[in-house]
């Protein structure tokens, strides 16, 4: 089978200069050209195609070229790896969504301890806690992000749950891809103890992450076909006792 391209930029709501980005990026299998110099395409192109719209949804373009690239080498092991990394980064995002909103919606905010005096934190127990890098912690704090107390004795970050709050949110806004602004004004907001537009926004968030773990399933579903037209997979599947 052979199709046109005005054809399949059709079917894919996309148009022919796109497709020729494909190309052009060697994220599809070459191209031969008709008698009159047009471009040809053939179910396995079409395939290509349909995977790459569908994936770039989900996973987006940058790890879609690279799934891409594998297939045409034949690959596919590391393609699936791949797109599995991309999923259980997701799912960490997910998870630090539901417990920033958990941590939103506690009244008791400070913890004190046995002395009766203000728990505080140090960053590499703060990383721990939220599963989030000490690097991206001193990283949101040079963009002004977070204002952290030092320690007075020796000069280091010291956090208390208002920090830990802070940090949950910012994560979370960032892995749901809103705007410096926003997460500035969120964070501003929280510092004033008005959390009501924090929560909002946190399971907004989650929703977003919901939205792109559908996405990506359905991305999944077209690599999985393109995979089995490539003969990259077995058709039937083995279970071992």
């Known amino acids: 089978m052979q199709v046109r391209p005005i054809d399949v930029a059709r079917k894919l709501n996309v148009s022919t ?21 047009y471009r040809v395409y053939t179910e396995e192109h079409i395939a290509y195609f349909e995977c790459i719209r569908a994936m770039n949804t989900g996973y987006g373009m940058t790890l879609t070229k690279e799934v891409m690239r594998l297939l045409q080498r034949k690959e596919a092991d590391a393609a699936l790896w791949k797109v599995n990394e991309a999923q259980a980064a997701l799912h960490r995002d997910k998870t630090i969504a539901e417990k920033t909103i958990e941590v939103l919606e506690t009244k008791q905010l400070e913890e004190l301890d046995a002395r009766g005096r203000q728990k505080w934190m140090t960053i590499g127990e703060v990383s721990e806690e939220t599963n989030i890098p000490a690097s991206a912690i001193r990283h949101w704090e040079k963009m002004g992000l977070l204002t952290l107390p030092r320690d007075p004795e020796n000069g280091y970050r010291r956090f208390n749950r208002s920090q830990v709050r802070q940090i949950l949110i910012i994560r979370t806004l960032r892995s749901a891809v809103y705007s410096l602004d926003i997460i500035k004004r969120v964070i501003k907001e929280l510092d004033h103890n008005n959390v009501e537009q924090a929560r909002k926004i946190a399971r907004d968030s989650l929703e977003f992450l919901n939205r792109l773990n559908r996405n990506q399933l359905r991305g999944a ?18 279970f071992y006792a």
């Open 221 to 238: 579903h077209y690599l999985y076909r393109l995979c089995r037209l490539l003969h990259l997979v077995d058709d039937h599947w083995e």
């Open 17 to 37: 200069s796109a497709l020729r980005h494909y190309e052009e990026w060697g994220i599809v299998p070459p191209i031969e050209r008709a008698p009159n110099g």
